[in-house]
């Protein structure tokens, strides 16, 4: 704390405070907005039991039990 004044020579200080100019908006120009093309979702095909089953054979054996 080297640079602290002695008590009778220190400095009053004035806050100044200045206005602010108002500026005018400028006025933006809009951008149109360009359509998004909507994706067709693929329908998935439902399996047949048989088809099912066959799948499951490949699995563990628990699981066979627990879907049919």
């Not at 004044?5 to 806050?15: A, L, V």
């Not at 149109?32 to 329908?43: L, V």
């Amino acid at each position: 704390m080297a640079n602290m004044k002695k008590k009778g020579e220190r400095m009053r200080k004035r806050r100044r405070r200045r206005r602010k100019k108002k500026r005018k908006k400028k006025k933006k120009k809009k951008k149109k907005k360009k359509k998004k093309k909507k994706k067709k979702k693929k329908k998935k095909k439902k399996k047949k039991k048989k088809e099912r089953r066959n799948e499951l054979v490949h699995t563990s054996p628990p699981a066979v039990f627990a879907a049919t």
